[in-house]
């Protein structure tokens, strides 16, 4: 595993916190949902990939 893969996923966690208060605060709180549920879908595409990274090593390892 990559600790770049941890870096990304905790930047785009504060930068999704940072953004949910600052429009929470401003009074935009469907622009927030919007803002965390964009984050969430970023980052669940990222981890998919790599666990069908990890599938194909497994399946290349086994010769499956």
Known sequence: ???????????????????????????????????TLSGLIVVLTIVVSEISTLFDTVKSAFGL
């Open 1 to 35: 595993m990559d600790v770049d893969l941890i870096f990304k996923i905790a930047a785009i966690g504060i930068l999704v916190a940072v953004l949910n208060q600052v429009l929470i605060r401003s009074g935009r709180e469907e622009q927030a949902m919007l803002t």
